[in-house]
């Protein structure tokens, strides 16, 4: 039986994989879509996306993880572990992303993207697109150099999103 479980794991494409993450997530999302579109709702699907990009960075610290550890059998686990994580990456940023648009809309409905706050929100949204710019091209065709901008990219946007955050 875990053998079953863990071939389809492994099998997961990014659409089987999001949609297993937004089933997980729908008590959630229902809860925040049913909530009156107010400055708290907004802050609430910001940090829903903050949650699901970390979700994704997180890949990359096993990963780091992994390459610093010697062999043993934690470091098996590990990478089995990893490599079944690996297929929900893309499905938590996707996922991030569109409640980063909700997050948005309801603070353009306010108004607020004039302000301080909205204008570092608007480079912080640059840095994004610019990180899913990269993660396209590595999906792409992966190689070493792509793999080094998908990452640098990954820590501009944290950069830009901890600013939007302080502000």
Do not use: C, D
């Not at 829903?48 to 098996?76: D, E, M, P, V």
């Amino acid at each position: 039986m875990a053998n079953k479980a863990m071939r389809f794991l492994y099998r997961l494409n990014v659409y089987q994989s999001t949609i297993i993450l937004t089933l997980l997530s729908i008590p959630w999302l229902f809860y925040l879509l049913l909530q009156p579109r107010t400055i708290s709702t907004a802050i609430n699907w910001a940090y829903t996306a903050l949650i699901y990009f970390i979700l994704s960075f997180i890949l990359y610290l096993f990963l780091q993880w992994i390459s610093r550890s010697g062999r043993s059998n934690f470091r098996k686990k590990l990478v089995i572990f990893t490599r079944i994580y690996i297929r929900f990456h893309v499905a938590a940023a996707l996922l991030g992303v569109t409640s980063l648009l909700m997050h948005v809309l309801i603070m353009v409905q306010f108004g607020l993207i004039g302000s301080r706050e909205g204008l570092s929100g608007m480079i912080a949204i640059g840095g994004l697109v610019v990180l899913i710019f990269t993660g396209y091209l590595r999906k792409r065709k992966s190689s070493g150099k792509r793999r080094r901008f998908h990452r640098y990219a990954a820590y501009l946007f944290l950069f830009f999103v901890l600013i939007h955050m302080v502000l």
